[in-house]
């Protein structure tokens, strides 16, 4: 099995090197990771500037390439510049799950997105900052959870998300929770903005990616790069044939 491996909080992370350490044992792994972190770049691309990429040491029997761009042209360098194919691209370890409305503005959902886009398939792994190292024990069971299944017959995109304490494995829908978004001055003409999740808006709904963590589960969401209100297509098409 060959793994692209990325991420969007650089190659110097430690949730990226977790990840390529555990993906040997299942191939051959390769790495594109941004020179410097991209959280929050979502599904960005740079094809307006030169970009710099570099061979970079990393680990043994690990080719890797540090890329002073986006995880989605780390994508896209993996499969167009090293004229590859992958059996799965994977995202992460990221220092922070990706949950609720974070999916939208994660690089590390980017990355999966963007393996889609161009026909690969995608897990992306999440967990609490302080859970790098111990999201790596569960790493097997999500992993093995998804292929013993047979998971990718329904999709081809995975976004999971691993507590610290985990009970077992849910297949799970994006919750929506909501934040506490705020921009802060910190001088004349400087602003930096953050929030916390508060609560998600249904928290009865164990079903959704927020709930189903809380509650001590592996998250295992199916995604889509799809963007189309298929619903709403469905009902449009019936009333304006």
């Excluded at 790495?31 to 094809?47: L, M, N, R, T």
């Excluded at 004349?188 to 808006?201: F, P, R, S, V």
């Excluded at 164990?206 to 809380?214: N, S």
Aim: aromatic share 12%; proline share 3%; with cysteine.
């Amino acid at each position: 099995m060959r793994f692209l491996i990325v991420n969007d909080d650089g190659i110097n992370a430690e949730g990226i090197k977790l990840l390529a350490q555990w993906a040997q044992q299942y191939g051959e792994v390769l790495v594109v990771a941004p020179k410097y972190e991209q959280s929050g770049k979502s599904h960005a691309i740079d094809f307006m500037n030169p970009i710099e990429i570099k061979r970079v040491a990393f680990l043994e029997g690990v080719e890797a390439w540090s890329m002073a761009s986006t995880p989605a042209d780390c994508v896209r360098f993996g499969i167009f510049g090293l004229h590859n194919k992958y059996d799965i691209v994977l995202s992460g370890i990221n220092r922070g799950v990706n949950m609720s409305g974070d999916i939208i503005y994660s690089g590390t959902m980017g990355a999966i997105f963007e393996a889609g886009n161009q026909h690969h398939r995608g897990i992306a792994f999440s967990t609490t900052p302080e859970n790098l190292e111990g999201a790596t024990k569960y790493l097997d069971m999500a992993f093995n959870y998804i292929m013993e299944n047979n998971l990718f017959e329904y999709s081809d995109l995975y976004n999971v998300n691993i507590p610290e304490e985990v009970k077992g494995i849910k297949i799970t829908k994006q919750g929506d929770g909501f934040f506490s978004d705020a921009f802060y001055q910190i001088d004349e003409n400087t602003y930096t903005q953050h929030g916390e999740l508060i609560a998600d808006t249904c928290p009865d709904d164990h079903d959704r990616d927020t709930i189903a963590f809380a509650d001590g589960f592996i998250s295992v969401t199916p995604m889509t790069k799809e963007r189309t209100d298929l619903v709403a297509f469905d009902r449009l098409k019936q009333k304006y044939k």
